[in-house]
């Protein structure tokens, strides 16, 4: 790839980051719909043990689980 066809890459990739924040209003969640039933919020640890812990340890046990059920032949 030259440095032309990364350029527009790049371009294109920011101009489209930068629209879908502008599109995505974040004010639009402050107002409540009929028939919301939030839940009680989570604490800081819960969110990073959901959000943060468990996909982490989700990749490790499935790369563990290729890993140890590889059929292919290894050469050394």
């Given at each position: 790839?030259?440095?032309?066809?990364?350029?527009?890459?790049?371009?294109?990739?920011?101009?489209?980051?930068?629209?879908?924040?502008?599109?995505?209003?974040?004010?639009?969640?402050?107002?409540?719909?009929?028939?919301?039933?939030?839940?009680?919020?989570?604490?800081?640890?819960?969110t990073i043990?959901?959000?943060?812990?468990?996909?982490?340890?989700?990749?490790?046990?499935?790369?563990?689980?290729?890993?140890?059920?590889?059929?292919?032949?290894?050469?050394?």
């Open positions: 790839m030259d440095k032309k066809n990364a350029m527009r890459a790049g371009a294109v990739a920011a101009g489209t980051t930068l629209m879908m924040l502008l599109m995505s209003s974040p004010a639009l969640a402050l107002t409540r719909d009929d028939g919301d039933d939030p839940g009680p919020g989570l604490s800081a640890m819960d043990l959901q959000f943060v812990v468990a996909p982490i340890v989700l990749f490790v046990v499935i790369a563990g689980l290729v890993m140890i059920f590889d059929k292919s032949k290894k050469k050394v």
